[in-house]
């Protein structure tokens, strides 16, 4: 059987947002990763890209996207007639511990990407952190409600 479009297609995305998309939004960012770290120390320009992609990253995909996202695919996997509504309210409910849970993880890792990762290198990082963070949030949210295994 083939494989999946899907993850070619996330991949894809991704790689897009940070060779192509970062660096419309942040211009210089790839000089900046090609300088010896002591210099991107002192740039203060730089250091504000790479704090700016943090917040993109983190302020917006992690803590407004990722979640709702997550439940809804969850609700249709456990056979929810709305699993997009219910995804949401699960994102609502658990927005005070899931947020910061998601952030302890994300902004040390995208940090050190945005900081010394080539932007080629970027997606690679990121699909390393996402296979800790997967496993994680799978374990501690996941559960088959249907089956009687909630977590």
């Not at 007639?81 to 005070?96: I, K, S, V």
């Not at 040390?108 to 690679?124: E, G, H, K, M, W």
């Amino acid at each position: 059987t083939a494989a999946s479009p899907r993850p070619v297609a996330a991949t894809r995305a991704r790689y897009t947002l940070y060779t192509r998309i970062m660096p419309a939004l942040f211009p210089g960012i790839e000089a900046f990763v090609a300088r010896p770290i002591g210099e991107r120390l002192r740039d203060a320009k730089g250091l504000r890209a790479v704090a700016g992609q943090v917040f993109i990253e983190n302020g917006i995909n992690n803590a407004l996207l990722y979640f709702p996202c997550f439940y809804s695919v969850q609700a249709w996997y456990e056979g929810s007639p709305t699993p997009a509504a219910d995804g949401l309210r699960t994102f609502r409910e658990n927005f005070t511990s899931d947020v910061p849970d998601i952030l302890t993880l994300w902004v040390p890792v995208q940090t050190c990407n945005f900081f010394l990762s080539p932007l080629y290198l970027r997606t690679p990082v990121t699909a390393a952190a996402s296979f800790v963070w997967t496993t994680y949030v799978s374990f501690s949210r996941g559960g088959d409600k249907r089956r009687g295994r909630d977590r």
